[in-house]
Each structure stands twice: as structure tokens, then as C-alpha cells.
């Protein structure tokens, strides 16, 4: 079982709908975790971080976390073409990437 | 301010060739990483220095690869020789002391070994 796990879709979403991408992790010791948005041919940016249960917010950006599932989440609302792009989940404290889930958002 | 700079952009050799990927971090960040990056694994880790001082070579998959650290602004990654295998995008990030792990990426160095 890998480490950090992602569905590499791609995820195809309609513009001004909400993108939901899905993280799971297997170290249930893992104290928090990155979004990062990759656009193709580029490097990773990071977009926020996440060490506590419950909701994140900033901006049309929210990251869930509940340690007892195992489970990140990152919810993009009113999604935009611009949003088009891979979005990579990560262990923070250890560094580890999962290989990323390519999101789709047409118009 | 400037970012994490790597050089060359792209690299295209010959298998057993010597490859040398070079980073400046940005200024006054503490710590510098090595990953690598392929469609089948994702970016992996290979290296990272606090300080200069390698912390975990962990990741380093054999040892055709090596890094150096010889001071805060410069750090390279070699691989002699180099394979097929190691065909990847190879990214240097660096991060600030107060905000540790928190990475800020290069814009990569794509390899391609022929």
C-alpha cells in the first residue's frame, strides 16, 4: 500500500461546480498535510496546509482532514478553467507526495 | 524576490554519461530538498540538507546518485553513470527555518538519458 494514495483521474468538472479531490494516507501517526497545484509542465505551488480536524478555508479553497478515516480532502468552489491543473496531497512530516489527481474544468 | 534557480532546464545525454543538476535555493532559507518526478511514481524524495548537512539520504536510489551541499547558496546532484531509468523531471525546493517543510520548488530540471 502506498503511502499516500490519490485517484490520478483525470476529474472532469462544468466551470462554477465543485471540484472535490481525495487523499488517503497509511501512517495513521501523520500529523498534517499540503495541497499543492501542479500545472502541466510546471512545479508544484502550494496552495494551503492542514494539521487539525475539520474544515480549512481560504478563499474558494478548502482542505478537510479527519485522522480518524485517514482522509484529506480538498474542495475548489466555483471552479474555473484556470483551475485545470494536478493537485498533489502530502504527508508534511515526512515529506511524502502522492502522484496526484489531474482535475478537469471546462466551460 | 527570486525563486529556487536550477540549471540546465533540459538535459538530454547518453546513457553512462556523467549528469550534474545544480540549485541556488532562495536566500536565507535553511533547508534545501531533491526530488524527482515520473508519471508511474510521482515525485519522489531523494535528498535534503538542513544547514548544508545532509539529513536523509534515504531516498537516493543507488549509488550512481550523490549531492552536495558546499555552502547555503548552492547545492548540486550528480548521477555517474547515468541510465534509461533515470530519465525524469528532477526538482530542488528549499524552505525557511519558521516554516519548515513548507516547500517552495524550482522550475525542474527535465533529464532525458538516452
Known amino acids: 500500500q502506498k503511502e499516500v494514495e490519490q485517484n490520478s483521474g483525470p476529474l472532469s468538472v462544468p466551470e462554477g461546480a465543485i471540484a472535490s479531490l481525495n487523499c488517503t494516507y497509511s501512517?495513521?501517526?501523520?500529523?498534517?498535510f499540503f495541497w499543492y497545484r501542479q500545472y502541466s509542465g510546471k512545479s508544484p505551488e502550494l496552495i494551503m496546509f492542514i494539521y487539525s480536524n475539520g474544515d480549512k478555508e481560504d478563499g474558494r479553497f478548502t482542505a478537510q482532514l479527519n485522522k480518524a478515516s485517514q482522509y484529506v480532502s480538498l474542495l475548489i468552489r466555483d471552479s474555473q478553467p484556470s483551475d485545470s491543473a494536478t493537485y498533489l496531497c502530502a504527508v508534511r512530516d515526512k515529506l511524502i507526495f502522492g502522484t496526484g489527481t489531474r482535475l478537469q474544468v471546462f466551460p | 524576490d527570486a525563486g529556487v534557480i536550477q540549471s540546465p532546464r533540459h538535459e538530454v545525454t547518453e546513457m553512462g554519461q556523467e549528469v550534474t543538476l545544480r540549485c541556488k535555493p532562495i536566500s536565507g532559507h535553511d533547508y534545501l530538498f531533491w526530488y524527482r518526478q515520473t508519471m508511474m511514481r510521482g515525485l519522489e524524495l531523494l535528498i535534503y540538507?538542513?544547514?548544508?548537512?545532509?539529513?536523509?539520504d534515504s531516498g537516493m536510489p543507488e549509488d550512481r546518485f550523490s549531492a552536495k551541499m558546499p555552502n547555503a547558496s548552492f547545492s548540486t546532484l550528480k548521477i555517474q553513470p547515468s541510465e534509461p531509468r533515470d530519465s525524469a523531471v528532477y526538482f530542488c525546493?528549499?524552505?525557511?527555518?519558521?516554516?519548515?517543510?513548507?516547500?517552495?520548488f524550482g522550475e525542474g530540471s527535465r533529464l532525458t538519458v538516452l
Open positions: 501512517d495513521r501517526g501523520s500529523q498534517s
Open positions: 525546493a528549499s524552505s525557511p527555518r519558521d516554516r519548515a517543510r513548507e516547500l517552495f
Open positions: 540538507f538542513n544547514n548544508n548537512v545532509p539529513i536523509d
